[in-house]
DNA sequence: ATGTTTATTGATAATGCTTTTCATTAAGGC
DNA sequence: GCCTTAATGAAAAGCATTATCAATAAACAT
């Protein structure tokens, strides 16, 4: 691993930010980059890549891989805390869910074996109603 | 896209299904790849691929893509126990454990959102007793 | 059995996302 | 302005996966 990043504010980071905050949506790295340099903002693509790294690792932004093994990043809209998500895997639809019991789940189970520091990561996929109404029609 | 595939029963379609049988755990192509030439069973890494893409359409084994953006394989019909995993994260160290209680969770959350046909993805991190040990004294 | 058809195989090349490298640039502090 | 070094970014490397295409071998007919 390189330098921690994030100690010093620049053009670049700021401008990535700013795509994101104004994306209700995941988008990839590669939009990101293309939506910048639409508008101007020419950052490097590498650039890109990294602050999207770093605002993931410091919680400001939310990472999932879709099914194409890309990884799709949006900004978190409740700030309020740890959450999951519901995703179609079909269409993508996202739907953010709290989950107070997983957390208390993980923290027993964790500190029953002995562990501490405890995090986690967990994504459910499913049928969203509406690929689901689609593939039923299709059957017939 | 090429022709379909699985009109024909070949000796490389049942190695590849043979060792996906045997593991009860979910692996990554280039896994089961080394899996079948360590065990004798010469089997072109594109084969595996495509043999495991023809497996998934048809439905008899599950994907996911981990958080590396690689495609994961598991026979299907976890009768066996779908688990999840406490791992440490300095050693690796991990435990196998149960959660019906996320099981349902999920379920309960799909459902409520209109999602159908649900499965989810989850792992624990933390630090292990020794790790954590470990790591108090080196305070001093 | 033998031949014919064509699905299947697999070594290799190509693709595409992501990370490294490393020389250059520019924040932040003096 | 000057210095230190975090940050940038073009190009190269890495890595999983897919496309190519000549060679092979199922399934089936003769």
Redesign the pocket.
């Given at each position: 691993?390189?330098?921690?990043?994030?100690?010093?504010?620049?053009?670049?980071?700021a401008a990535v930010a700013a795509a994101l905050a104004e994306v209700d949506d995941f988008r990839?790295?590669?939009d990101l980059h293309d939506v910048l340099r639409r508008r101007g903002d020419?950052?490097?693509?590498?650039?890109v890549?990294?602050?999207l790294?770093a605002l993931t690792d410091s919680g400001d932004i939310d990472v999932l891989i879709n099914s194409d093994?890309?990884?799709i990043y949006r900004h978190c809209g409740q700030s309020a805390g740890h959450h999951h998500h519901l995703v179609c895997r079909k269409c993508g639809r996202t739907v953010e869910v709290e989950g107070k019991a997983i957390e208390r789940w993980t923290d027993a189970i964790a500190h029953e074996h002995g562990y501490s520091d405890i995090t986690h990561t967990m994504e459910i996929f499913g049928l969203c109603p509406a690929c689901a109404r689609e593939s039923t029609e299709a059957m017939s």
């Amino acid at each position: 691993m390189s330098a921690k990043i994030g100690q010093r504010s620049t053009k670049q980071r700021a401008a990535v930010a700013a795509a994101l905050a104004e994306v209700d949506d995941f988008r990839s790295a590669q939009d990101l980059h293309d939506v910048l340099r639409r508008r101007g903002d020419l950052v490097g693509l590498t650039t890109v890549y990294r602050t999207l790294q770093a605002l993931t690792d410091s919680g400001d932004i939310d990472v999932l891989i879709n099914s194409d093994g890309e990884s799709i990043y949006r900004h978190c809209g409740q700030s309020a805390g740890h959450h999951h998500h519901l995703v179609c895997r079909k269409c993508g639809r996202t739907v953010e869910v709290e989950g107070k019991a997983i957390e208390r789940w993980t923290d027993a189970i964790a500190h029953e074996h002995g562990y501490s520091d405890i995090t986690h990561t967990m994504e459910i996929f499913g049928l969203c109603p509406a690929c689901a109404r689609e593939s039923t029609e299709a059957m017939s």
